[in-house]
């Protein structure tokens, strides 16, 4: 499997290639020349297999120069009980109304991004071994990027991390957790400004070609499609345990900010397994939202985008977006580096008037719908009152936008964010409850912190990186 730019400027690499870059050299993203098929023989094999094994047999597909034994060893050491707490990795649970939850919450920062960032933790330190390179992680967060990255991360041969975060944005306990490491490889950053300007940040010196080279800059943001491959195998393993029977129908339901999560759905979906629907749900920053329901895809300025109580989607350009926009317009890199090239001049682009629009959801099974801070915690309030447990408010805006997607015979899986406690006051606002905090957590809002502040300044962020790094 080789793999290209989006924007059509990269000759083809191999997975190992891309795994520790960013954007592609001409500010594109990896995208792979095709999509792997598998067929509903190889889906109902796969039916019985631990999510270890599974996650190999979707990988070895995408990860086709790393050896086979090699790929084995790495998704059986990642996808452990003792990683994640139980056997099962990420269990479904029964909601009400149609609707089952996906628990994704399961590893050391009680987030759904630790099911790729554990798996890319030993990637990077396997590649890095392989090639005897060291590398400057550069990220950006908007609240559990940060922390799955540090904890996968830490104490890793020859990485180091330079995590950007919005500087009183987060959540107390998110901030807690990343800046609560002390491990000498882990650099904590917080921006004055948005997780746009962060994110913007960390694209400004990608694109500086010669600083990136020198100074063996990489990323774990969702951009990286060794985040995203892995991000697909859960959509496997939870379509076979929720589908009556092989090539049924099975719909998600997907809190989306950056668009990573719901993109990998995409991929599973174009790689042959049976979606119904991809619900893309937003909080008020629905930026996502309009471009679904209207065709104008018009990011807004940091001065538009709204500070909410699902913080890690308080984003407003989506960077994945690009890789599904690419599929919709044929896999044409010229067509898409039109509409980039129109985006930037214009601030928006509109495919409302073109036919590809209406393939959206007849082709491609998007739909979408969007929550607010009332709709969350009316949605947290009902699910505590029906089923006793508690959900965070990200998981709420998926349930909340859900519910007018579901359809009878067609199981709707909602993806767990995070767990309930790293958002407590809202969920305490919402029930009068106060979420148990896990014995491993337990006092971590005490702990001393270690954080940088800045302004969002991409000279400021290279001279930190060139004044703590080898190279």
């Not at 174009?270 to 008020?284: F, H, S, Y």
Request: aromatic share 10%.
């Amino acid at each position: 499997m080789k793999y290209l730019s989006s924007r059509g400027g990269m000759s083809p690499q191999g997975f190992s290639e891309i795994l520790l870059e960013g954007l592609a050299p001409d500010g594109g993203l990896a995208v792979p020349e095709h999509y792997p098929q598998v067929s509903h023989a190889q889906l109902q094999a796969w039916k019985n297999l631990s999510y270890a094994e599974l996650a190999f047999e979707v990988l070895r597909n995408f990860a086709t120069d790393i050896p086979e034994a090699d790929l084995k060893a790495l998704t059986s050491k990642t996808y452990t009980k003792a990683v994640y707490g139980t056997d099962e990795i990420t269990p479904l649970r029964p909601l009400f109304d149609g609707m089952q939850v996906l628990e994704l919450s399961n590893g050391p920062t009680l987030a759904f991004k630790d099911m790729a960032m554990q798996l890319l933790g030993n990637l990077f330190e396997y590649q890095l071994a392989r090639v005897g390179q060291e590398l400057n992680i550069l990220g950006a967060t908007s609240g559990d990027t940060g922390s799955a990255a540090e904890y996968a991360m830490r104490g890793k041969k020859g990485v180091r991390v330079f995590m950007l975060s919005p500087a009183g944005k987060m959540s107390a306990f998110q901030r807690a957790q990343m800046y609560s490491l002390q491990d000498p490889n882990i650099f904590n950053v917080a921006v004055e400004g948005l997780f746009d300007d962060c994110q913007d940040m960390v694209k400004a010196v990608s694109e500086d070609l010669e600083f990136k080279s020198r100074y063996k800059i990489g990323t774990v943001n969702s951009i990286n499609w060794g985040r995203i491959s892995a991000q697909v195998v859960y959509y496997f393993k939870s379509y076979l345990k929720a589908a009556p029977a092989v090539g049924d129908p099975v719909s998600f339901a997907v809190p989306s900010g950056n668009f990573g999560n719901v993109l990998a759905g995409h991929i599973a979906r174009q790689m042959g397994l049976p979606i119904r629907r991809l619900v893309v749900a937003t909080n008020e920053n629905n930026v996502l939202d309009e471009f679904f329901r209207t065709g104008v895809y018009r990011p807004r300025a940091s001065a538009e985008t709204y500070i909410t109580s699902s913080p890690s989607m308080d984003i407003s350009k989506a960077s994945n977006f690009e890789r599904f926009v690419y599929d919709l317009v044929g896999r044409d890199p010229q067509a898409l580096k039109a509409l980039w090239d129109t985006l930037k001049r214009d601030g928006q682009f509109d495919l409302s008037g073109e036919a590809r629009f209406a393939e959206v959801e007849s082709r491609y099974g998007f739909v979408s719908g969007s929550s607010s801070h009332a709709n969350r915690l009316e949605t947290i309030r009902e699910v505590y009152e029906r089923t006793g447990t508690l959900i965070d408010t990200h998981t709420a805006d998926a349930v909340k936008v859900a519910r007018q997607y579901v359809e009878p015979g067609v199981p709707m899986v909602v993806l767990e964010t995070a767990l309930a406690v790293k958002f407590a006051e809202t969920i305490e606002e919402a029930t009068g409850q106060i979420p148990p905090v896990p014995a491993a957590y337990a006092g971590i809002e005490k702990l001393p912190q270690r954080v940088v502040g800045m302004k969002a300044s991409v000279a400021e962020i290279k001279q930190l990186i060139v004044q703590n790094t080898g190279l």
